[in-house]
């Protein structure tokens, strides 16, 4: 079941920081839009702005996106709490990551991401070998 999360916790935050350095960082993203925002616009074109936005953060980072897609059936699992975009995001390493969200300068646009978003799931996977 999807929560009202958009931001890590501290202790959420603390835990990634433990993940294996020099080693491969993917980003599940997992998003459901507000229908509406404070300002409103959807939440949809909000997202579409802050996207647009970070593409610069996430190449200077040296990420790619591996894959996105649009949602269409929740087989197993809670369809009245269905996300409605995933996507993932492969990153060299939890540092250029963590460079990333803590530039000043990305800070500034992620504001769009928290209006934007009623749940916005972000987990950190490593390859599994």
């Known amino acids: 079941m999807l929560s ?23 980003m599940l993203n ?13 939440g949809k074109e909000a997202y579409a702005r802050y996207f647009k936005n970070a593409v610069p953060f996430v190449e200077k980072s040296g990420a790619k996106l591996i894959w996105k897609g649009n949602v269409h059936t929740t087989l197993i699992g809670n369809s009245e709490m269905q996300p409605h975009i995933v996507f993932l995001v492969e990153y060299p390493s939890v540092n ?11 800070q500034k646009i992620a504001g769009d991401r928290s209006l934007a978003l009623e749940y916005g799931g972000l987990i950190a996977c490593q390859n599994a070998q």
Do not use: C, R, W
């Open 4 to 26: 009202n999360q958009i931001s890590p916790t501290d202790s959420q935050f603390a835990q990634l920081q433990s993940y294996p350095q020099n080693t491969p960082l993917v």
């Open 30 to 42: 997992i998003l459901k839009f507000k229908a509406k925002t404070d300002t409103g616009e959807t």
């Open 96 to 106: 250029h990551f963590f460079e990333m969200v803590l530039n000043p300068e990305y």
